[in-house]
């Protein structure tokens, strides 16, 4: 099946303050106790949006004015920890299909890329200003062209850029590899008979 | 041309250059567990796919066993799914599988070396971060998410972009009570947590060649706090003497061609690294974190830091956030912080020379009154060695829990959990809000000795001075 090309994601936008959020507070491990992805979206953030006693705590995804956002902004070295996909695949679940932030940590990053979930980075700057006009104004839509690597809200644009491989591999619709390895897979058995602890 | 060991074995196990320009790159050892692979076995049947090569393919459950239980079903009915799920899939698939009947059940990246599996000059991944660990024998070791545990049962490969090297000397000597865990804590607190990234880190110098396998292991177990992907150590006498014997290294002839090959694999003198740092082991005291993120942390005779005196609104804020969390006053000494559990296991300080190095010091000692210690051995192997030297006699004796092998309270999977705001000391990896169970539990990193100084005299303290150490 082909997959889709992600060339461009719009929607309206929510920012998750904070910098090197984690994955155990994406999703904390005691939501992990899971044998498939589903249901994941609901428990996104969960401690940083629940009191203990199951009342809300204030939080932008708890906030009803940003409900139905699409695109998630934060801070620095976000996804960091875990190599758990059930971080990215909880953002997704909860209906987000990108997520711009001023970095990201390298596993967090693969494992969106590889789902289809887009993750860019942009200045501190930028990402404060699209904050600030969506926190006036929770209805304005953002416009993510990947391939241009900018962010477009009214009439202003900002820089969003991410690795050349990971942006080729979106708007072309390969960031599912497997096609492709499956491809390679001819040429696995020739390379491990090279290395003896390979042979069977 | 000289080559470190990361560009030799990537070299040697790249299948090809793909369209978007990142390498096929295979893997010749994949470890599984039960958490971040039924999803990918889900994935493999949804596609009709088989996995390519269960000779290649090794599992094992650590992450949701209660410690305190072997009988099933578990009492957690989710945590019973898992384990009933992986064993469905290794028979399914025809992949060995070392579960808890086996005697070799245990921690994934405690059970890979131990049975010999981890070797040098192999490319290894696993769907957990802290893969890195295999790295101590000179191999290159991923943690990968479920999407990529899927492409390597399918394909025994997976898509990769190459990593920059650095190299991490640490030169000298380390002082009495100073180990591989303050190494680690060092360098994460002096490069950062995200100092890493793009990254694979090459660690030695004097400290790394006089380190035991175990010791390198926990250094290379928590590269990814440092945001390393990958961490290693070239392979020496040391890490063959390690794996001579072991059920999976190879056996006579095939012995001696192996150690030709590892030693072939080492960094060539003069290769070129992307950069290089120069720590002094002199430098390293007894580590303990204080914050929110494994690159918060001290030496343990330094006050806790003070907001007001950080440079940046940045630092300012994070510092703030983390004291919040943690409960901690501002330019406060760290040592003398009330405790309520101790934590002695995990991925990154669960082995024998772990609980050794305790044990000889913990002997005729108490746990302080109201302190929750528990012990946890990383492999049903390390338990069994434990017990046969009288160690857990000496846990037990002291007022420690005795549990079973697995992850446990390292990430609170399985029944140990910390309860409301409990501080624990613990030797694990990782102190992020709401890691061991509870969502404002707080955890505070250190060596295992250093928690059973904790343990002892019921808040933080200076092992050295609990243990009269030699200065």
Known sequence: MPLAKITQVSGRGVYVAGNDLDTDRIIPARYLKCITFDGLGEFLFIDARRNPDGTDRRHALNDPRFKGAAILLSGANFGCGSSREHAPQAIQKAGFRAVVAEGFAEIFFGNSTAIGLPCLVASREDIASIAAAIDADPGLELTIDIAAGEILLGGRKFKAATRAAA????????????????????????????????RQ | MPQSLFEKVWAAHTVRRLADGQTQLLVGTHLIHEVTSPQAFGMLRDLGLKVLMPHRTFATVDHIVPTDQFS?????????????ELRRNCAEFGITFFDRATGKQGIVHIVGPEQGITQPGMTIACGDSHTSTHGAFGAIAFGIGTTQIRDVLATQTMAL??????????RGRLRPGVYAKDVILHIIRTLGVNGGTGFAYEYGGEVFDRFSMEERMTVCNMSIEGGARAGYVNPDETTFAYLKGRPYAPKGAAWDRAVDRWRAVASDPGCRYDDV???????????????????????????????????AADEKAAIEEALAHMKLRAGAPIKGTRIDVAFLGSCTNGRLSDFQEVARHLKGRRVARGVKAIAVPGSQGVALLCEELGIDKVFRDSG?????????????????????????????????????????????LMSPLMVAAAAVSGHVADAREVFELPL
């Not at chain 2, 920059?164 to 000397?169: E, F, T, Y």
Request: aromatic share 6%; proline share 7%; net charge negative.
């Open chain 2, 72 to 84: 099933e079903p578990f009492a957690d009915p989710m945590a019973d799914a898992m384990i009933k």
């Open chain 2, 161 to 170: 972009g190459a990593l920059k090297v650095r190299r991490i000397n640490v």
């Open chain 2, 277 to 311: 740092v120069e720590l002094d082991a002199a430098d390293i005291a007894p580590t303990v974190t204080w914050g929110i993120n494994p690159g918060q942390g001290l030496s343990i005779t330094e006050n806790i830091p003070d907001p007001a005196k950080a440079g």
């Open chain 2, 400 to 444: 420690f829990e005795w549990r079973a092998a697995g992850c446990s309270m390292c990430l609170a999977m399985n029944p140990d959990k910390l309860v409301g705001d409990q501080l624990c000391a613990s030797s694990s990896n990782r102190n992020f809000k709401g890691r061991q169970g509870s969502p404002t539990g707080r955890t505070i």
């Open chain 1, 167 to 198: 942006r080729d591999a979106l708007v072309n619709g390969r960031w599912d590899p497997i096609g492709e390895l499956l491809e390679g897979v001819g040429q696995v058995s020739g390379l491990a008979q090279t290395m003896e602890y390979l």
